[in-house]
């Protein structure tokens, strides 16, 4: 088969600069500016990753440690709603205290040199009530949205609140506020969002950018507000009986078109869809906050979306052009309890989606509880290479192979495309999407010509590309003076190794033979660790090589630097963090022991200001042994107090196997079962008959009322073991019908539409004394046929049964470790 071929093009002109009326604060050191194809911060191209986590809707004596994951999973700044009716439920009430208290959330950010971005609405969405809009100021005679004087009275003070908060926050005292959003999905109201702006900044917010969201046809003021765009693998506000959208469909192919005009159609009318989108192109680059980091539930839509198919659709977008990746959510939360009514959309406000009352997990890289899921170590491993090589990849143009799919059922012709320079850039491949699979593409090879330098044409040997895969590969890359003409492995990261030599870490895919293709001009020896190496004219090639922790390909380059090139295997590189820890930036991994996990993810945090601003690494795992490898490894062991260190090698990398004391075996951990525990769910009562199906608004099916978990639904007893940590411990619930709620005695703690997944839910949360005296109710009710109701993967047979199966407790942990010398300790927590 011949190779896929495409033409890379020099730019007609270069990009627009100071064409827009962005400016940063005076006299920063980093100033932001905004071109016509990329961001730049302090004079260079930057590449961020923004992240949405929602304060309101977390306690906020987590929320350091919640930050310090998203930090470490590669997001450079976070996204928050401010969700006024979460602050002003009762009118003239505002509220900033515990959860609401959004000085101290951005504060937490600055502290941990995380940029902050407000969502300031007024109207967000979120899934919340009203969308975020209080009742009392829809019970007024005005129009909200508009310029009605009697609207613009109360968010002006509304406004004013927020800017109270943030005060000494803004970039021009050195804080964290790089961007502020106007509204949301407005679409029809340009000049609403102008008054908007201006309103903001008379009450005193500042920011270099300011942004719109821009999907939908939107109409914007011009020059105004920096559009930003979305797009998700899979979506809650479509018809139950609608299959997977085109609107999703589309964000698995390599286009250039940035709008999605599917997000959030449901609250637009059916006249504005469809039409020709807003040109931005040529004056604004491509930038994003809504790829979707999951997707939430709704009453009579339940889709699932998998790991693979957020971080396929992240890499998608890279290859598309994106300068900016956001993702709603990053991090899942749960809805506060309202004071007068309940604060989840629903069809009681008009709405057109019933969603669960408490939980908004998303489905989110973290989970409600802050869980990690696979799709955090996806997503983490595109942050690390955009965190070393985004300055690279961001002035580079996305180009697309003259042979492209003929449309969106085509899914025979493989998609990639390339983000390229004059002479050098990073090829993108995808071969994945939800739903319907992609053929494996064997005898795959690419010739890339560029305006600067010879053509390439690679691997020397084609490959086959694997049903499921999807990548990115170098292209004439420089390393320490080393150019890699190509790899057939994902870059990660740059670190320096024991040795003081630059090491490039590169990811391998399963079932493509790792080649790599160096230029023989740029280096004097190479040395390689297992496979072979050969000299073709200019380029030695080396292939056979077998990626793992040792798999190092020594080089010393022509200019006399020492650079090594790591290739770890796929499942290794997704345990892969890098950070700051005991004074040098270390490659770590990070992975349970043997036979531990219980189904709960693990992942490191960097605190550099913790002991005394020595620093400290902590760990979050299941209870059990975990296991951390570093590169470079520290001048001594680290010290677990209150556990036991004990030191190996793995390859190129020192390994340690940290083991707590203490446990109590009954509840996993050290010989008991790895951190889970079978627990005993007590039927109290058989469920009756399902309720009959009622529909809302736009036909769809609405939840069951509340008086149905009083009177029909199935309910069971769980009662606490004694002895058991309720910190950092889940309840995890395997059970099948329609709905289900959780209670402490009488209070909603915790609910979820069955969608096919275990349901968590954190003890940690409950009230304590209760919970130990009272345990838990479940109530789960079952769903009748006839429910027009769509759940990825579960049958109505399934559905209609209402019962829990079984359930677990499953314990999780947190490490300090400390450098040795120091006091290190192990404190359980969720």
């Known amino acids: 088969m011949p190779p ?21 604060a005076p006299g920063v050191p980093d100033p932001i500016e905004v071109t016509s194809r990329y961001l730049t911060r302090g004079g260079r191209p930057w590449f961020p990753v923004s992240g949405e986590f929602h304060h309101t809707r977390y306690p906020a004596a987590e929320w350091e440690e919640e930050l310090l994951k998203m930090k470490a999973g590669g997001v450079t700044a976070v996204a928050s709603y401010v969700i006024w009716i979460h602050h002003e439920e009762v009118e003239g009430r505002i509220r900033f205290d515990g959860d609401r208290d959004l000085r101290r959330f951005a504060g937490l950010c600055a502290r941990h040199g995380l940029d902050f971005v407000p969502r300031i609405g007024p109207w967000s969405h979120a899934e919340v009530r009203n969308g975020g809009l209080p009742d009392w100021l829809l019970a007024r005679a005005c129009t909200p949205r508009t310029d009605d004087p009697a609207y613009l009275a109360p968010v002006r003070t509304w406004y004013e609140a927020v800017a ?53 046809g939107v109409r914007l003021p011009p020059d105004e507000l920096l559009p930003l765009y979305g797009g998700y693998p899979e979506t809650f506000w479509t018809e139950a009986d609608g299959g997977w959208p085109d609107t999703c469909r589309k964000h698995f192919f390599f286009t250039h078109q940035r709008d999605d005009e599917g997000i ?16 931005t192109e040529g004056r604004f680059p491509w930038a994003t906050c809504e790829l979707g980091g999951g997707m939430a ?19 998608t977008k890279i290859g598309c052009g994106s300068v900016w990746q956001g993702y709603y959510m990053f991090h899942g939360g749960t809805n506060p309890a309202g004071e007068r009514t309940t604060l989840q959309e629903s069809h009681a406000t008009r709405y057109p989606n019933d969603l669960p009352v408490r939980t908004y997990d998303f489905q989110a890289p973290l989970g409600e509880y802050g869980q990690y899921r696979p799709s955090y170590d996806e997503l983490r491993l595109q942050h690390l290479m955009l965190a070393d090589f985004g300055e690279l990849i961001a002035p580079m143009e996305s180009f697309l192979p003259a042979r492209q799919p003929a449309g969106q059922d085509d899914r025979d012709t493989l998609r990639w495309a390339v983000r390229a320079s004059a002479g050098s850039g990073f090829l993108f491949v995808n071969n994945h999407q939800p739903h319907e699979g992609l053929p494996d593409h064997p005898d795959t090879s690419f010739t890339v010509e560029f305006p600067a330098g010879p053509a390439l044409t690679f691997p020397s040997t084609p490959v086959t590309v694997p049903t499921g895969a999807y990548f990115c590969w170098p292209l ?25 030599r630059t090491v490039l870490v590169l990811a391998a895919t399963d079932g493509v033979p790792v080649e790599l293709a160096l230029d023989a001009r740029t280096l004097r020896s190479v040395r390689v660790p297992s496979g072979q190496s050969a000299t073709l004219d200019d380029r030695v090639l080396i292939t056979g090589l077998r990626p793992g922790t040792d798999a190092l390909v020594e080089v010393d380059t022509a200019d006399g630097n020492r650079v090594g090139l790591l290739v770890l295997d796929a499942r290794t590189a997704r345990t892969a963090y890098k950070g700051v820890a005991w004074g040098a930036e270390r490659l770590v991994l990070c992975e349970p022991g043997d036979g531990v996990g219980g189904g709960v993810g693990a992942g490191v945090v960097f605190d550099a200001h913790a002991r005394g601003g020595q620093g400290e690494v902590r760990v979050h795992g299941p209870a059990g042994e975990m296991s951390l490898a570093f590169l470079p490894a520290p001048g001594r062991p680290p010290v677990v107090t209150g556990g036991s260190v004990r030191e190996s090698e793995d390859g190129v990398f020192t390994r340690y196997h940290l083991t707590g004391d203490g446990w109590d075996p009954r509840f996993g951990g050290e010989g008991g079962g790895g951190g889970s525990r079978v627990g005993e769910a007590e039927p ?35 009662a606490v073991p004694d002895g058991l940590p309720l910190t950092g411990t889940l309840l995890r619930v395997h059970w099948s019908g329609d709905v289900a709620r959780a209670y402490v005695g009488d209070k909603l703690v915790a609910d979820q539409f069955h969608s096919g997944r275990a349901w968590d839910i954190a003890l940690d949360r409950l009230p304590a004394f209760a919970l130990r005296g009272e345990g838990l ?32 407790w499953v314990m999780t942990r947190t490490w300090a470790i400390g450098e040795a010398g120091e006091a290190g300790e192990v404190r359980e927590a969720g």
């Not at 959030?264 to 040109?279: C, Y």
């Not at 990660?492 to 024991?498: E, G, I, L, M, N």
């Not at 009710?781 to 677990?808: H, K």
Request: charged share 20%; proline share 8%.
């Open 4 to 24: 896929l071929r495409l033409k890379v093009s020099a730019p007609a002109a270069p990009p627009l600069t100071s064409h827009l009326p962005f400016s940063d």
């Open 164 to 216: 109270a908060q943030l005060s000494g926050l803004d970039r021009a005292h050195g804080g964290p506020i790089v961007a502020i959003q106007i509204e949301n999905e407005l679409y029809d109201q340009p000049g609403h969002l102008l008054t908007l702006k201006r309103m903001a900044q008379a009450a005193g917010l500042s920011a270099p950018l300011w942004t719109s969201t821009a999907w939908g």
């Open 264 to 279: 959030g159609a449901d609250l637009r009318p059916t006249t504005v869809r469809g039409t020709e989108p807003m040109s």
């Open 297 to 315: 539930v709704s009453y009579h839509r339940r889709p699932r979306v998998d790991a693979a198919d957020v971080g396929a659709l992240g890499l």
């Open 476 to 500: 004439r890359l420089d390393v320490g003076g080393l150019r890699l003409d190509w790899v057939t492995a994902q870059p990660v990261c740059t670190v320096a190794d024991d040795d003081g």
């Open 684 to 718: 109290v009562r058989a469920a009756g008959p399902a309720p009959e199906p009622v529909t809302g608004v736009q036909g769809r099916a609405s939840a069951p009322a509340d008086a149905h978990y009083d009177t029909t639904a199935a309910e069971y007893a769980v």
């Open 777 to 808: 109710r479940l109530r789960v009710l079952p769903r009748a046929a006839e429910a027009r109701v769509y759940v990825a993967g579960v049958s109505a047979e399934e559905a209609a049964v209402a019962t829990v199966g079984r359930v677990e």
